[in-house]
């Protein structure tokens, strides 16, 4: 059985404002039920984002990374999850921060996501907090190492 067709690029937020409401409206607000006035920011157009895309163009999934040196708002539409979208979405974001020569990227992983960025080589910090209502655990990731 084949992958599922999808590709990662990089996005506007300006123009693809749009596509990134696709993903992260369902996810974040109807899903986790995360307040629409905290799913979208100021941060927001000052970050690059990235989108995945089906064969026909849709949106799929999304990521940010912040001029922090942070990683957010990884997003994968539930019938996409499992399929390497967020494994694309996340490579893609780490391979922009190690170009653009950071020493290192963190993140908030929601609980359920910790082991998914084990997987990516991120590391846990500090202890569990509540974030939008949802418990999250801070994670790290060297970039001045070559492994990652």
């Not at 957010?72 to 539930?78: D, T, W």
């Amino acid at each position: 059985m084949s992958k599922p067709a999808f590709r990662v690029i990089d996005a506007d937020y300006e123009r693809d404002l749009a596509l990134l409401r696709a993903v992260r409206e369902p996810v974040f607000v109807i899903e986790q039920h995360v307040p629409l006035a905290l799913e979208w920011d100021t941060l927001d157009p000052e970050c690059r984002h990235v989108l995945a895309l089906d064969a026909e163009g849709r949106p799929i999934g999304t990521g940010r990374l912040t001029p922090m040196h942070t990683i957010g708002r990884m997003a994968v539409l539930a019938d996409w999850r499992g399929k390497g979208v967020g494994d694309a979405l996340l490579g893609r974001l780490i391979a922009q921060a190690r170009a653009a020569d950071w020493p290192a990227v963190s993140l908030h992983a929601q609980i359920d996501a910790i082991g998914f960025y084990r997987k990516h080589g991120f590391v846990t910090e500090g202890g569990i907090y509540i974030e939008a209502g949802i418990p999250h655990q801070s994670m790290t990731l060297d970039l001045t190492s070559h492994g990652n």
